[in-house]
Nanobody, 115 residues
Framework: QVQLVESGGGLVQPGGSLRLSCTAS????????MGWYRQAPRKDHELVAA???????TYADSVKGRFTIARDNAKNTVYLEMNSLKPEDTAVYYC?????????WGQGTQVTVSS
């Protein structure tokens, strides 16, 4: 059974940094895109960043220049380096991966930016 396991969330002060990781495990032959969505209270689900198996990257305008997405195909892992964090980045961050043409989701990890 394919699973996505996330780690790296937490509480950080404004201007700080966090690194999220997400690893896909199970019977996996190929992964197309991987990335991160987030959902803040009373807001819509938002794409934060995504990266294809070929390395094409998409960022939300709100995180460009502050967040960096990367992936290690050998480890089936995607990373999100988040710098210059703002209170409005507070949300539950969900990893997603297109595995065998099916979109899979992680359980979510809380990121809180507060002084």
């Amino acid at each position: 059974q394919v699973q996505l396991v996330e780690s790296g969330g937490g509480l950080v002060q404004p201007g700080g940094s966090l690194r999220l990781s997400c690893t896909a495990s199970g019977m996996i032959f190929s992964i197309n895109s991987m990335g991160w969505y987030r959902q803040a209270p009373r807001k819509d689900h938002e794409l934060v960043a995504a990266i294809t198996s070929g390395g094409s990257i998409t960022y939300a305008d709100s995180v460009k220049g502050r967040f960096t997405i990367a992936r290690d195909n050998a480890k089936n892992t995607v990373y999100l380096e988040m710098n210059s964090l703002k209170p409005e980045d507070t949300a539950v961050y969900y990893c997603h991966a297109d595995i065998h043409a099916e979109l899979r989701w992680g359980q979510g990890t809380q990121v809180t930016v507060s002084s």
